[in-house]
Nanobody, 124 residues
Framework: QVQLVESGGGLVQAGGSLRLSCAAS????????MGWFRQAPGKERASVAV????????YYADSVKGRFTISRDNAKNMVYLQMNSLKPEDTAVYYC?????????????????WGQGTQVTVSS
C-alpha cells in the first residue's frame, strides 16, 4: 500500500511559479513511475507530467512543455512539480499518482495510488 500526500498549492498571479511536492510512504516508491495530473472545474482529469522510477524518462503534456518540470528524490520518497510561467488555465486541483509497473504513461487508468490533491489557482 502506498499513501501519497500533495502539498505546495496555493494562489499565484499569472507569470508566477509554484512548486508542488508529493510525499510517498512505502519502501517500493523507488520502483514506481510517478505522475502529476490535474482537474479543472467542469473538466476531466488530465495528465500533466510523468517520471520513471529512476528519473531517466519523462512525459509532459503539450500544454505545460517548457514551463513545468517533474523531478523526484527516491532517497526522500518525494516527487516534485516545478511550475513556472503559470497561466490562469493552469488553475486546477493537482494530484500525484503512482504507477506500479514503472510505465511512463499519461493514461490515468494505469495508476494504482492517488493523493488527495492540492488546489492551484492562477489569477490573471
Amino acid at each position: 500500500q502506498v499513501q501519497l500526500v500533495e502539498s505546495g498549492g496555493g494562489l499565484v498571479q499569472a507569470g508566477g511559479s509554484l512548486r508542488l511536492s508529493c510525499a510517498a510512504s512505502g519502501r517500493t516508491f523507488g520502483s514506481y513511475a510517478m505522475g502529476w495530473f490535474r482537474q479543472a472545474p467542469g473538466k476531466e482529469r488530465a495528465s500533466v507530467a510523468v517520471i520513471s522510477s529512476g528519473g531517466g524518462w519523462t512525459y509532459y503534456a503539450d500544454s505545460v512543455k517548457g514551463r513545468f518540470t517533474i523531478s523526484r528524490d527516491n532517497a526522500k520518497n518525494m516527487v516534485y512539480l516545478q511550475m513556472n510561467s503559470l497561466k490562469p488555465e493552469d488553475t486546477a486541483v493537482y494530484y500525484c499518482a503512482a504507477e506500479t509497473t514503472d510505465w511512463v504513461t499519461p493514461d490515468e487508468t494505469n495508476y494504482d495510488y492517488w493523493g488527495q490533491g492540492t488546489q492551484v489557482t492562477v489569477s490573471s
